[in-house]
């Protein structure tokens, strides 16, 4: 295969793009999935893609993953749980101006915890490049104009989002205890089993109590989408660029996701491709560019963050 397709950085930009197509259609799901149940309904079906490849790997490998079930069902609650659920949740009541804000922040807190539980220290190129990029996503977010900045006002579901980017960083950072046992399919399959299972009694409680799913064509398409892309493979993908560049460098890309969730507005929504847009994206990207300069993160020998 060549080199290019299993590039981390490749990895952590489809990713990416990935989780942008992910809240375009969680904020336009939310008047006919329940937020548990689109979460529910999501890694359930991950697990059934998933599962001809990971059912033998899991039968033999059984022993390993219950050695290990402390770590295993630590990163599934983190990880499939509750990260993924309480965005859904949050989708209902923020904005998408709010999110991208927010999404910053996620990239700092996986430096910051990182740095305070396992010692690694961030570079000065990622420093600076994490703050081009994040001023990249503010041209962006504020159109070009810092009178959008001064007018954004807290709602609750900002407060989710801030949760959902803590229990992400908590997440990444703990990725260096994966079961080395175990490969990367099999810790996918393991998780997202581990995880639904976890969702299984927050769906039976939202269901008795929530409107009812409202399944149709284009529902149980956006399951699927879902399922597919910014779950199976978008969580395949980083966690393998994780393991191979380390947390902090990994972080740094998830300033794309408002630039992919632009560009996706303005395929499907037809949004008009604004001066800024350009702007800010090329900040970000110059962000990205200058963090991930050299090879392997201060504070980690085997780059695993």
């Known amino acids: 295969m060549p080199r290019i397709w299993t590039s981390p950085y490749l990895l952590l930009t489809l990713t990416c793009l990935f989780w942008a197509g992910n809240s375009v259609l969680g904020r336009a799901l939310r008047d006919d999935v329940p937020p548990i149940a689109l979460s529910f309904w999501r890694w359930c079906t991950a697990f059934a893609i998933l599962l001809p490849w990971v059912a033998r790997p899991l039968a033999r490998q059984w022993r390993t993953i219950l050695a290990h079930w402390k770590v295993m069902v630590f990163l599934a609650i983190l990880g499939i749980a509750t990260y993924n659920t309480i965005n859904y949740v949050a989708l209902h009541t923020t904005t998408v101006t709010n999110s991208a804000l927010i999404n910053g922040a996620c990239t700092l807190m996986i430096i910051a915890v990182n740095r305070l539980m396992f010692g690694v220290r961030a570079g000065w190129r990622q420093w600076i490049g994490l703050w081009?990029?994040?001023c990249g996503v503010v041209v962006i977010v504020a159109r070009g104009d810092l009178q959008v900045l001064l007018g954004l006002e807290l709602v609750r579901g900002d407060v989710l989002l801030l949760?959902?980017?803590v229990a992400w960083a908590v997440y990444t950072a703990c990725l260096r205890w994966r079961p080395r046992e175990l490969d990367q399919l099999t810790f996918a399959g393991a998780t997202i089993?581990?995880?639904a299972l976890a969702l299984a009694p927050?769906?039976?409680w939202e269901a008795a109590s929530a409107?009812?799913?409202k399944f149709s064509a284009g529902v149980i398409a956006a399951i699927a989408y879902v399922a597919v892309f910014p779950s199976v493979l978008a969580m395949l993908f980083?966690?393998?660029a994780v393991a191979d560049v380390g947390a902090n460098r990994a972080a740094q890309f998830l300033n794309?996701?408002?630039v992919f969730g632009i560009a996706l507005a303005i395929v499907f929504l037809d949004e008009t491709l604004e001066r800024f847009h350009l702007v800010g994206a090329g900040v970000i990207f110059a962000g990205i560019a200058l963090a991930t300069a050299g090879m392997r993160e201060k504070g980690s020998p085997t780059a695993r963050g």
């Open 132 to 134: 081009v990029s994040i």
């Open 256 to 258: 794309l996701v408002p």
């Open 202 to 204: 927050l769906y039976l």
């Open 193 to 195: 089993a581990i995880g």
């Open 163 to 165: 949760i959902a980017a």
């Open 238 to 240: 980083w966690n393998k």
């Open 211 to 213: 409107a009812p799913v």
